[in-house]
């Protein structure tokens, strides 16, 4: 009540926010007739203007009306577009880093360019970001028109496109581009090595159009790029020779074929761990200690291969020929076909298990090389905006993750749709029925019709029934977003059929009568040559003529074949008719088979129809069924909500630690040398040495300085008399400290002396960016495998996310310690040889670019940068090598790569066998 009682004296905070947009409209106005005398060289002149001030150190804001006036007025000159004042307090909303929720047709795209320029002047480039190839190209050459005669500079990015056209986009005052590539970008620049490599500049401001399906439907799967992981394949065999004889004892494991899932019991654990520890695989601490989280995820999946999946039930082992080569491969069987699926393979190391299981050769697996939510790679700009027509609904989640505010933007001439109540009838051949019906009659009075459905395969039921009726009709094709977008801007003609998925054709507008531009466009295809200007015109002339017969029919009318989970979806199509002011009517048709009413609850609506006598082909309208659906909808968004925002919870665990490395990895390549940082890693590591074989407070008969000179040997490549130390009268923690470090620091100033401190510092910087993307690799797989499995500490009444952020932060302060462990025991044992081939490091290809990215890119293994790259040591043609490994002498294993075999024979890799410290 008191909350009524408010926004009847004072308004809703939108008014509010609405009415301090609109003081300062007319002061935008008031500049039109002086600007409207201006030439077109002293109109442009007034940017170099802008900038002057800003530079002197004038805010955006006391400038605002001036530019925005500027821009209204190119635009009438260039376009022949006149922004109407609705619109400039929608500029004025997406300037204060806000959402502006604008009905479809208000004219979003040019609204944009009002707070594009505005920012642009401050030289550190904006960002608008669009949903597809096809509108980002369209809007920059659009928009790009006022840009350019105002004198900025304007860039697209578009898949396809080089580093250096990426470059030279991304330092263009406006860059236009989609989500998934600015995501991606920004990846695979903290992947380089050179900072002239990098692409992007520091992040200023970002607008993001259709705001809601970027933001909300796109943010439920991450960016990520992949690629393979190092060969695994004998730790699979391995475990999977210790699960074998495990799961012959069935007490040992609890199996729930309704749920499909198995789990150890206690006494299975430790029957585990047992044989574990007797195959030489767990070598310290217990199986759920944190250095044993991959050794973990290996067993489950074998425990999962051995107990849930059968052979010749879930898969089949096949011979398969592949590029000459015949192997038997496992290949999944589909249980509801009972068809193979070839190509397919289980996620996560389980098919890995499989191959294991069965004996046939195991397939290397996936892993990240890097990732990122589209929540965490959007909160990185210092200044976000976004515009919609539906966002309101969405309200509480943008305020919650991205912190903007949703103001809804009135529109310029009020709406005349008319939205009728939905019809629901029992069965869904009733339903498409009463459609095919409806369709029909709209046609054979020429008003346009847009059937809206929640599939591809809905799509292709209803342009069954129509073709059944000879009704003629469109169908949109969802993957050609060019094609879709001509197809979808001439549904408005008279007695047009479309029929398309509820969110295709985002971003186009829909004009009654047709429309003329996409018409010439079509025709001529160059729409600079002169022939265009003269189909423009002819075409014009049509739709002007058609215009009116369709308005007379009742405008488009769109209709929805099923309620969407979420309410804006609804909106987003209802609001492709009534443009403008513009006539228009939606309606539409449900049936109680559809999801959604299932989920509300059919049985009791069922029996409800029956007794109100409900006869075939008969529906109930009435508008407490839209409110009961309007209910269920949202009970359905706050799901997903609650959903999105515990998963942004754990990625921003892994956010902070990725922000940190990638600041981190930055300051290495900025820097003119890394001397220091390589020399304090090497006093922390002795540190840490010395710390393990001197606890505290410990006598010197307690301390293992035996155990100091092996590990002194091995890291630091020093043969030193550590353990004769101790029989030194009055030797303390202190004295083994300095002594470690002088001759460290001695050992290494003479290789310094003996390859040269030029090349030196270069070695130092190239190395140390190596073995960072190594350990940063390592860190994301041994991530991944403790989310997958940190649930289940909810059964011992722990909070799993404390739980994940505990012990992702040790596992990151182990994966800098081993970061710093081996740079330097590289950097101490470095030999540089001006005789030897350099190395020639082996791209790795990706084969996973989440969001339909392109799967043919190259990345980057741990052995570094491609040779197009080009390290330091490459630049100064002074290859690397290693000492040659003996494996009859021990005594130079220890050079051996920590990522090989072990030259033992144990089949582990070297840092898990005879390189553990």
Request: net charge negative; hydrophobic share 40%.
């Amino acid at each position: 009540m008191f909350q009524r009682l408010v926004r009847a004296f004072l308004g809703t905070s939108n008014d509010r926010a609405l009415k301090r947009y609109r003081a300062r409209v007319p002061a935008i106005n008031a500049l039109e007739p002086a600007l409207a005398a201006l030439s077109d060289d002293a109109l442009r002149a007034r940017t170099d203007e802008f900038r002057s001030q800003v530079a002197a150190g004038k805010s955006l804001d006391d400038i605002l009306p001036d530019a925005f006036a500027t821009v209204r007025e190119a635009a009438r000159r260039v376009l022949g577009m006149r922004h109407f004042d609705v619109q400039m307090i929608g500029g004025m909303v997406l300037h204060d880093g806000r959402i502006a929720e604008m009905k479809t047709g208000e004219g979003k795209t040019l609204v944009a360019t009002l707070p594009v320029y505005l920012n642009a002047l401050s030289g550190r480039g904006v960002h608008v970001v669009t949903v597809n190839d096809y509108l980002a190209k369209r809007d920059a050459e659009w928009m790009g028109r006022i840009y350019r005669f105002l004198g900025l500079t304007t860039g697209v990015i578009v898949h396809g496109l080089t580093d250096e056209e990426r470059r030279a986009a991304y330092a263009a005052d406006v860059t236009y581009g989609t989500n998934n590539e600015f995501g991606f970008d920004y990846l695979r620049d903290n992947m380089k090595y050179r900072l002239d490599e990098m692409v992007q500049r520091d992040f200023n401001f970002a607008i993001v159009d259709e705001v809601d399906s970027i933001l909300v439907d796109e943010a439920r799967t991450p960016l990520i790029i992949s690629g393979p992981t190092d060969d695994t394949s004998e730790l699979y065999n391995r475990v999977n020779a210790v699960m074998a004889e495990l799961v012959k004892d069935k007490a040992l494991y609890e199996k729930d074929e309704k749920f499909k899932t198995v789990h150890l019991v206690e006494a299975g654990t430790e029957r585990l761990e047992e044989m574990l520890r007797e195959a030489g695989l767990l070598e310290e601490g217990g199986l759920y200690d944190i250095q044993n989280v991959t050794l973990v995820h290996h067993a489950q999946q074998s425990l999962r291969a051995h107990v849930l999946f059968t052979r010749d039930v879930d898969y089949i082992v096949k011979k398969v020929t592949e590029y000459g080569v015949t192997q038997d491969k496992v290949i999944i069987i589909d249980e509801f076909t009972g068809r193979m699926m070839e190509g397919r393979r289980y996620s996560d190391g389980l098919h890995q298990a499989l191959e294991a299981k069965e004996g046939v050769p195991v397939q290397p697996e996936n892993q990240t090389l890097a990732s990122i939510t589209f929540q965490n790679y959007f909160r990185l700009y210092p200044k976000l905006a976004g515009m919609t027509g539906t966002a309101a609904t969405e309200a509480d989640e943008f305020a919650e993750i991205y912190k903007l505010e949703v103001v809804e933007i009135p529109t310029n001439v009020p709406v005349a749709r008319i939205d009728s109540d939905d019809e629901v009838y029992k069965t869904a051949r009733e339903k498409y029925d009463a459609v095919i019906a409806l369709i029909d009659e709209a046609r054979q009075k020429g008003q346009p019709v847009l059937v809206g459905t929640t599939s591809i395969e809905k799509s292709e039921l209803i342009a069954g029934l129509l073709k059944a009726r000879k009704i003629p009709h469109q169908v949109l094709n969802a993957r050609y977003h060019e094609q879709e977008a001509g197809i979808i801007a001439q549904a408005g003609r008279p007695g047009a059929v479309t029929i398309a998925t509820n969110m295709a054709g985002r971003g186009t507008d829909i004009q009654l009568g047709g429309n003329a531009d996409m018409i010439a466009r079509a025709e001529i295809g160059n729409a600079d040559s002169p022939e265009y200007d003269a189909a423009l015109a002819r075409h014009r002339a049509e739709v002007e003529t058609v215009r009116p017969k369709v308005k007379e029919a009742g405008g488009l009318l769109v209709i929805g074949t099923e309620r969407h989970e979420s309410r804006r979806i609804d909106n987003q199509l209802r609001g492709r008719s009534g443009r403008q002011g513009d006539p228009g009517a939606s309606r539409f048709f449900l049936s109680l088979e559809d999801d959604l009413m299932r989920i509300f609850g059919s049985d009791r609506m069922g029996g409800m129809l029956e007794k109100l006598g409900l006869k075939e082909g008969e529906a109930i309208v009435h508008p407490w069924i839209n409110k009961a659906l309007e209910k269920a909808q949202k009970k359905v968004e706050a799901r997903n909500f609650d959903t999105r925002k515990n998963l942004l919870k754990y990625d921003d665990v892994m956010n902070n630690q990725r922000r940190e490395v990638y600041a981190q990895r930055k300051a290495f390549m900025t820097a003119d040398d890394v001397a220091e940082t390589v020399a304090e890693m090497r006093r922390e590591t002795i540190g840490g040495m010395i710390d393990k074989a001197i606890p505290e407070n410990a006598y010197p008969e307690q301390w293992d300085l035996a155990g100091l000179q092996e590990k002194v040997l091995t890291t630091l490549g020093l043969d030193l008399p550590v353990a004769d130390w101790a029989r030194e009268e009055g030797i303390d923690e202190t004295q083994v400290r300095e002594r470690l470090e002088k001759a460290a620091e001695e050992a290494y100033a003479a290789r310094v002396a003996n390859i040269g401190p030029d090349l030196m510092r270069m070695v130092e910087k190239s190395l140390l960016l190596q073995i960072f993307d190594a350990q940063w690799k390592e860190h994301l797989l041994a991530l991944d495998h403790l989310r997958q499995g940190i649930g289940l500490r909810a059964y011992g009444q722990r909070d799993p996310l404390n739980e994940y952020k505990s012990e992702a932060f040790n596992l990151f302060n182990a994966m800098l310690a081993e970061l710093r462990e081996r740079v330097t025991s590289v950097l101490m044992r470095i030999d540089v040889r001006p005789d030897a081939p350099p190395p020639m490091p082996e791209p790795v290809r990706v084969t996973d670019m989440r969001h339909d990215a392109p799967a043919s890119e190259l990345e980057y293994a741990d052995a570094g940068p491609p040779p197009e790259y080009g390290s330091a040591t490459q630049a100064a043609r002074q290859p690397l090598v290693a000492s040659e490994v003996d494996p009859n002498d021990m005594t130079t294993w220890d050079r051996t790569p920590r990522n090989a075999p072990c030259p033992c024979g144990s089949g582990k890799k070297y840092k898990h066998c005879h390189g553990r410290g």
